[in-house]
């Protein structure tokens, strides 16, 4: 159950209450794909991140090492020992974006596995299923997910689809509620809202899921190519068509500066694998701007990497170490780095949400944004 606690202009402080924990809004959403953050990074780790929120994928859990022995573990929660909200998405981004091979119909999808070409379905039913098994406080409606830009009809015609779609996920998550050996029967439902870059399709679609009821409206389908300011534009059409009393979740955005301007717009939800990907490449986030340890000037620099962070990595090593670990190829570099951009990433949305709670969020922003963007 989502409660606004404060507006500053359409930006939202709020408060979700879910089975597995309450979560404070605006919030950045971990990505543990395969039930880890890449990186070396585990659930134990997270709490010493600010993490509030897991978001593992169903694809790939789907197919490593299959939901149903995930159900047999006893679900995403007890494998992962994450006791915090764990949100799943559909399934859906993964078989538009990695099947080489798919054939799309009302029925659903028929794919190759990226892992061994094997022919896979999956449909509103299947999605619910593999979801409903991994046990996730939170569960995606399967949509699809077009291209940008797409022919105007496609769009039209697949965001219809995903509105029926959404009507048959919702039946079927009740249904599997409703059984006696269900890993969590209070599984919770966000419907997606597409369209690609048409704002009239985004506005009636939208218009159509939230008649049907869902837990929480995400927008989909955007960050895949598009400029930042097409974005912008669509989130200022469509979010004002989303309901005041359930949260909105942005999906796979983005950068800092992406995060700072889709709370502006009222966004409550956001999730990337931006943090944990840069790091992995020596690229790490800092108040100052974003920093590339493989340049030489650090190799003797004995500052953390961020002065003003606190995360378990600013306290205890330079920049010069963790430097001279991707130079010899030690994992534990990326494990540092991973660990210290999702602090950052966590740390900004708490500095979001007491801007918030003060009323200057939007001064904040303004001299914040161009900073955290410059290359150092």
């Not at 309450?22 to 971990?30: A, E, G, H, I, R």
């Not at 659930?43 to 939901?67: F, M, V």
């Not at 995606?140 to 509105?163: H, I, L, Q, W």
Request: with cysteine.
């Amino acid at each position: 159950m989502y409660s606004l606690i404060k507006k500053d202009q359409n930006a939202r402080l709020g408060v979700f209450e879910t089975v597995h924990g309450t979560v404070q809004t605006p919030v950045f959403m971990n990505v543990a794909t395969c039930g880890a953050i890449k990186g070396a990074v585990s659930a134990l780790d997270l709490k010493d991140l600010k993490c509030q929120i897991q978001l593992c994928n169903t694809y790939h859990l789907h197919l490593r090492p299959g939901d149903e022995i995930v159900k047999k573990l006893g679900g995403l929660h007890k494998m992962t020992r994450w006791d915090g909200p764990i949100l799943t998405d559909s399934g859906g981004f993964q078989v538009f974006s990695l099947a080489k091979l798919r054939n799309i119909k009302e029925e659903g999808v028929t794919f190759s596995s990226h892992i061994d070409g094997r022919k896979i379905f999956m449909g509103p039913e299947e999605s619910m299923q593999i979801q409903s098994h991994l046990g996730s406080t939170i569960a995606m409606a399967f949509d699809e997910c077009v291209e940008n830009p797409a022919p105007y009809g496609y769009v039209k015609e697949s965001s219809e689809r995903t509105v029926r779609w959404l009507k048959r996920c919702k039946t079927e998550l009740a249904r599997l509620n409703s059984l006696p050996d269900t890993v969590n029967p209070h599984q919770l439902l966000f419907a997606i809202n597409q369209g690609g870059t048409y704002d009239d399709l985004r506005i009636e679609n939208m218009k159509q899921i939230t008649e049907l009821g869902a837990d929480g409206y995400a927008i989909g389908g955007l960050a895949v190519g598009e400029p930042a300011e097409e974005m912008y534009r669509v989130l200022d059409h469509v979010i004002p068509f989303a309901p005041e009393d359930k949260p909105r979740y942005l999906m796979g955005v983005g950068t800092p500066a992406n995060i700072l301007e889709g709370v502006a717009r009222g966004v409550d939800f956001f999730d990337c694998v931006m943090p944990a990907r840069n790091a992995r490449h020596s690229h790490v986030f800092t108040s100052g701007g974003v920093m590339n340890l493989l340049n030489k000037k650090y190799e003797t620099d004995e500052r953390p990497l961020d002065e003003k962070c606190q995360c378990p990595t600013c306290c205890h090593f330079s920049r010069a170490y963790i430097r001279h670990l991707f130079k010899a190829g030690e994992m534990l570099a990326m494990r540092l780095c991973v660990m210290h951009n999702l602090y950052f990433y966590n740390d900004l949305m708490e500095q979001i949400r007491s801007h918030l709670a003060a009323g200057d969020f939007h001064g904040w922003k303004e001299e914040t944004a161009a900073m955290l963007e410059k290359r150092i």
